[in-house]
């Protein structure tokens, strides 16, 4: 599905959800839920070409490996945490989507841990040697 499908089905949906609202407000959350899915399982097959890319790119570097894989796992928890986030204050808790803003913020910073580690590695090569 092509970006201008997504958008036309998703103002689509917007507009149904403003329909919906007037009469039945949880049947809103209902829709956006629904449509996240939709989108989510439309641009898997974009997704893994993508991964395959990165993952044959690593393959012939070598080294980026090391480097690409954290940052790749911090942009996969990042998007999952939007997407959560996003969903809570359609929701209109403000209060979890702050909460699961939290705990993304924490993933990436322990799943960016080792490329810390790494580049003080460096640096104290550099600096020593």
């Known amino acids: 599905m092509g970006i201008y499908t997504i958008a036309g089905f998703v103002i689509a949906a917007v507009f149904l959800s403003l329909a919906v609202k007037s009469y039945r407000p ?3 959350v209902f ?3 629904i449509v996240t899915v939709l989108i989510v399982v439309s641009v898997l097959p974009d997704i893994s070409r993508l991964f395959n ?3 044959d790119t690593m393959a012939r570097s070598g080294t980026a490996a090391q480097w690409m894989q954290p940052m790749l796992k911090g942009l996969g928890i990042g998007i999952v945490t939007e ?4 969903t809570c204050r359609d929701a209109g808790e403000n209060s979890m989507a702050s909460r699961v803003e ?3 913020k924490v993933a990436i910073m322990i799943v960016a841990l080792p490329l810390a ?3 003080l590695s460096l640096v104290s090569q550099l600096v020593n040697g």
């Open 117 to 119: 580690e790494g580049v």
């Open 31 to 33: 829709i956006g839920l």
């Open 83 to 86: 997407i959560a986030a996003d």
């Open 26 to 28: 949880e049947y809103s």
């Open 102 to 104: 939290l705990a993304g």
């Open 53 to 55: 890319f990165i993952s």
